[in-house]
């Protein structure tokens, strides 16, 4: 069947340094990607967004690529925070407005 | 102020009883989802509702039920509980169906014994 998935289910990165989180996704038909953070203890908390028609979108600290031709997603954190650390969500949503999570990637930062 | 909100926070009950989650949304918007989590953080969709449409997931058991007294609340109700409803279930809100960014509330953690 057609799924999200990560490739990397846990993280660990050293403060200051950049983070690649890694999604890949099997619907071609899809066409919006949103990446979410979730923190211990709390909801899904929108991060950033990309429609097919775009390979690349900058936020604050934050890139996300897609790759349609491996259908490949990755969400790029520059200068890790301690206040990163959580479980990142990418989320693919296709033409028939069906939103899907994949399994999530914990991100863990070392002070 | 929160925009989306949850009651209970946690809630423990017995296998058999019959409970309700509150969501309670003050954006303003169309629509509202329930989402379920499992331990392993897996987010699966088991409803959207707007005022006009109820988009039930095929695979969300029947003694799930969303109910709607009005556009700001999808409350969630749970017959005949069972040890694998234990879960954490998220209420979301988006502007309308077709807007994709969803604003989840804080979640209610489930613990079905």
């Known amino acids: 069947g057609e799924s999200v998935g990560l490739h990397l289910p846990t993280l660990s990165v050293q403060e200051g340094d950049n983070s690649i989180i890694n999604c890949a996704y099997s619907n071609s038909a899809s066409d919006y990607f949103i990446w979410y953070k979730q923190e211990s203890g709390k909801g899904p908390q929108f991060i950033i967004d990309i429609r097919s028609n775009m390979d690349k979108r900058q936020g604050q600290r934050v890139t996300v690529l897609l790759n349609k031709t491996v259908k490949h997603l990755s969400l790029q954190i520059a200068a890790t925070q301690p206040g990163d650390s959580a479980v990142y969500f990418c989320a693919e949503k296709s033409n028939n407005n069906d939103m899907r999570f994949g399994a999530g990637t914990r991100l863990t930062v070392k002070p | ?113």
């Not at chain 2, 949850?6 to 969501?23: A, E, W």
């Not at chain 2, 303003?28 to 109820?54: A, C, P, R, V």
């Open chain 2, 1 to 113: 102020d929160t925009a989306v909100s949850q009651t209970p926070k946690y809630l423990v009950t017995q296998m058999g009883n019959d409970k309700s989650i509150k969501c309670e949304q003050n954006l303003g918007h169309d629509t509202m989802y329930w989402y379920k989590q499992d331990s392993k953080k897996f987010l699966k969709i088991m409803f959207s509702y707007n005022n006009k449409e109820l988009i039930i997931n095929e695979t969300v058991p029947n003694r799930f039920s969303p109910k709607s007294p009005d556009k700001a609340h999808l409350n969630l109700h749970i017959n005949s509980l069972e040890l694998g409803d234990s879960a954490v279930y998220f209420c979301a809100s988006s502007q309308d169906p077709g807007t994709e960014t969803q604003y989840f509330g804080p979640g209610t953690r489930l613990l079905v014994l």
